[in-house]
């Protein structure tokens, strides 16, 4: 009793352990990416770029390259672009994901090898991408093995410049990145299909539902923050997409700019160092990912609520 | 314990992969300092050279002054690197260093962009990872020579008047500053049409150069000859860039105005031709440096000529000519021996490399023995022609060259120096500007989608504006 009665505290505060634990986290981001963030709003006031060897500026311009951006630097077309690959590959994704995911946790149809196939179709995903543009760049190059066989096969009789026409080169983008990421979808949304409880399948089947209607009514539902946290993680990683349209188009995003992304657009101005305006359209591309994340995060909470 | 191990580790583990995202997160700004760090690295791998060499060289070596141990030289091929190893391997013994090449690759500015993050640290750099020595191209050779990282090769090197009398005037016009004649070359690279004998046969009746030359010796009959070459199922020319050179060499005044960019009406007529020529499949539609390209110049190709300097004939065209790149070049490998060449119906120049001593460099006098050898001696460059077929930067030597006997077995035994040494003559370069490299790269880029026929060239032309201003935010459209 004494003895206790000097050792004040009766349990022992773990608290200062969660927080010294917390420190390498916090310290590594400030270090790597909240001083960097705060920098490159600083830097994006700033005139500053190298004319061959000679450095111009900094100097403060205030929002000018904000400005500059809106008015002549086709922002807004560069942003169509990226979205409309995002769509022309997400749409194809989410479609296949749903359908091998729905099909791997059926326990009804007794599929054999899913552990191979699972394996499979995330295979693509763990090819490097640059490696995986390079691939499609020679297959479907002027002269490349997929427009010989189409010119063996007497479908076409000169080669197709695949990666001449909008439509062309906007697919190459749009299927590489189909391929590269349906592995990955169908795994989450298995994972989000299995933890939903077997007792309600079970009872629809008791109740003489068909599947779809059990794929719809109880499937779909019930997936929903699933499918918002893949939709937002597909956004955020198609509004970055950089290097399979680089590598493809060799850094032209032809034709006609069309299949230039928002971060080629940034990197093109790393030719000349242009700090200034590679800085404002960072802001700009963190302000627009910030908002879209912040919109789905209020959709997942009001899910939770209700 | 074994609880404390175990967290150890998570926290190890945790900070590991953080790490690793950061390298996706701060990407781009970050990427140019890592490569220079990393070209700085490779570098010091190889700053361990034993010592007792030195001694012996500082004896029989004029210089006073200590030299330090590695010479580190910056391009963007090997092409100098095997000059080097042919011919002036023997100076590393002799100043008792180790020559480290830097080789970055000259796509999307990445060899630009790593020397210039070099040379901005060249003050701060330990003694063996400095720059020493780099190499540029006319391109954009004055972004260098005006600057001060470019040693005086006279002043500061030690080169005399005397020993670089002999090479070609407009090899030291276009490095000169002030007056101050800052890099040496050891080539001249007037500019040729290399064109297949066959082919030449078989559409003009003949393969005599003099006489192919009279066929194509201005644009008009160029250009009546694409036709000829089209009805008889050939192409005139590969693609869309290979008469670039002999349009933009010829221009009327540079690149940009003050801060104006200016379209030359020489370019415009490239514009023109290269898409009457697209039109009316003249060409292959290819583009410079792309597989196709390379393959129409092999034995299964069908055009007739390309526009190639001194370096692309020896470097280049001989490579991509044979069947079997293994086997050794001699007639009957592929095509070698059925390629001649004519002046073409403009002179041109086409590219060209010097090299330059960097500011900061610890090893002038090793530097200043390596220029002279492989610019200013003549029995050196004598040999380096007859042995490549390049074209060395010494007057004398390739006049010798040229009224020998000399014979080029590629090109079917023809003495392709005597025109050389008349196209040298010829080269004018008072009109290239700072922006060329970047400049000709975007026009070009932008031009090919009009011949393909995507864009009009309203757009086409628009393309090139925002290229040219997103790579000099200076300039002006």
């Known amino acids: 009793m004494k003895a206790s009665k000097v050792r004040k505290p009766k349990h022992v505060s773990y608290t200062k352990w969660g927080y010294i634990f917390l420190i390498p986290f916090f310290s590594v981001y400030a270090v790597f990416s909240f001083i960097p963030m705060i920098s490159t709003f600083y830097y994006s006031f700033f005139e500053n770029f190298m004319s061959g060897l000679k450095m111009i500026g900094p100097k403060y311009v205030g929002l000018d390259n904000f400005v500059k951006l809106f008015t002549e630097g086709d922002l807004l077309k560069y942003t169509e672009n990226t979205l409309i690959m995002w769509v022309m590959g997400f749409v194809p994704q989410i479609l296949v994901s749903l359908l091998l995911a729905a099909w791997f946790t059926n326990t009804r149809l007794k599929l054999k090898f899913t552990g191979f196939f699972k394996t499979v179709i995330y295979m693509p995903n763990l090819i490097m991408a640059s490696a995986f543009a390079m691939l499609f760049f020679t297959l479907f190059a002027n002269n490349g093995p997929v427009n010989m066989m189409l010119m063996n096969l007497g479908l076409t009789k000169e080669s197709i410049h695949f990666m001449s026409s909008t439509i062309g080169a906007r697919s190459l983008i749009a299927m590489m990145n189909f391929l590269m990421w349906f592995g990955n979808t169908t795994i989450l949304l298995m994972a989000g299909m299995m933890g939903i409880d077997v007792a309600l399948f079970e009872a629809a089947e008791v109740d003489g539902a068909t599947p779809w209607q059990i794929f719809s009514g109880i499937t779909m539902p019930l997936l929903r923050p699933i499918m918002a946290y893949v939709m937002v993680t597909s956004l955020i990683g198609g509004l970055q997409m950089f290097d399979l349209p680089q590598i493809?188009?060799?850094?032209?995003?032809?034709?006609?700019?069309?299949?230039?992304?928002?971060?080629?657009?940034?990197n093109n101005h790393l030719f000349s160092k242009n700090y200034g305006m590679a800085g404002a359209l960072s802001v700009i591309l963190f302000v627009i990912t910030g908002a879209l994340s912040i919109l789905v995060f209020k959709v997942l909470m009001r899910q939770r609520e209700s | 314990m074994k609880k404390k191990m175990v967290s150890l580790f998570l926290i190890a583990a945790m900070g590991v992969t953080m790490l690793a995202g950061c390298g996706n997160g701060a990407g781009t700004a970050g990427s140019s300092t890592a490569d220079s760090s990393a070209a700085g690295t490779s570098s010091a791998a190889d700053s361990s050279v034993s010592g007792s060499s030195t001694e012996t060289a500082a004896a029989d070596s004029s210089a006073s002054v200590e030299e330090g141990k590695v010479v580190n030289i910056y391009c963007w091929n090997d092409e100098f690197k095997s000059r080097y190893e042919a011919y002036a391997k023997d100076l590393a013994d002799?100043?008792?260093?180790?020559?480290?090449?830097?080789?970055?690759?000259?796509?999307?500015?990445?060899y630009q962009n790593n020397l210039d993050a070099a040379l901005q640290g060249q003050d701060a750099a330990a003694t063996d990872d400095k720059v020493d020595m780099f190499l540029i191209e006319a391109d954009y050779a004055s972004k260098y020579t005006k600057s001060d990282y470019a040693l005086d090769v006279v002043g500061d090197v030690g080169l005399t008047q005397d020993d670089l009398k002999d090479q070609y005037q407009y090899t030291k016009d276009i490095v000169t500053v002030d007056g101050k004649q800052k890099a040496t070359s050891w080539q001249a690279t007037p500019g040729l049409f290399a064109y297949r004998r066959s082919i030449a046969k078989a559409v003009l009746g003949t393969d005599d150069p003099d006489k192919v030359q009279a066929a194509i010796g201005d644009w008009d009959k160029f250009n009546t000859v694409a036709k000829e070459m089209k009805d008889k199922g050939y192409f005139m020319l590969s693609g869309y860039d290979d008469s670039f050179r002999a349009f933009s060499n010829n221009v009327s005044a540079p690149w940009v105005n003050g801060t104006k960019i200016v379209i030359d009406p020489n370019l415009e007529k490239w514009v023109a031709q290269t898409k009457d020529y697209t039109d009316k499949g003249y060409n292959n539609k290819t583009t410079l440096w792309s597989p196709e390209w390379s393959a129409d110049?092999?034995?299964?190709?069908?055009?007739?000529?390309?526009?190639?300097?001194?370096?692309?004939?020896?470097?280049t065209l001989l490579g991509n000519s044979l069947a079997d790149a293994n086997a050794e070049a001699k007639?009957?490998?592929?095509?070698?021996?059925?390629?001649?060449?004519?002046?073409?119906?403009q002179p041109y120049y086409w590219g060209g490399t010097w090299l330059c001593a960097a500011k900061g460099t610890d090893n002038i006098p090793f530097?200043?023995?390596?220029?002279?050898?492989?610019?200013?001696?003549?029995?050196?460059?004598?040999?380096?022609?007859?042995?490549?077929?390049?074209?060395?930067?010494n007057q004398t030597a390739m006049n010798e060259i040229a009224n020998s006997d000399y014979k080029s077995d590629f090109l079917g035994g023809q003495n392709h120096i005597k025109l050389f040494a008349e196209a040298a003559k010829k080269i004018d370069m008072s009109n290239i500007s700072d922006y060329d490299q970047g400049l000709n790269e975007a026009f070009q880029q932008s031009m090919h989608e009009y011949f393909e026929g995507n864009v009009d060239e309203k757009t086409a032309l628009d393309n090139f504006y925002k290229s040219a201003q997103e790579k000099y935010p200076e300039l002006e459209k």
């Open chain 2, 367 to 393: 530097i200043k023995d390596l220029m002279y050898r492989m610019t200013c001696d003549k029995d050196t460059m004598k040999q380096i022609t007859l042995d490549t077929q390049d074209y060395t930067n």
């Open chain 1, 248 to 266: 493809l188009t060799n850094g032209q995003g032809g034709p006609d700019r069309t299949t230039m992304t928002l971060i080629m657009y940034l």
């Open chain 2, 297 to 315: 110049q092999g034995p299964d190709g069908k055009v007739f000529g390309f526009f190639y300097s001194t370096w692309g004939i020896n470097f």
């Open chain 2, 331 to 345: 007639v009957g490998n592929g095509i070698f021996g059925d390629y001649g060449v004519c002046e073409g119906p």
């Open chain 2, 94 to 110: 002799k100043h008792g260093v180790k020559v480290n090449f830097v080789i970055v690759a000259n796509d999307n500015n990445a």
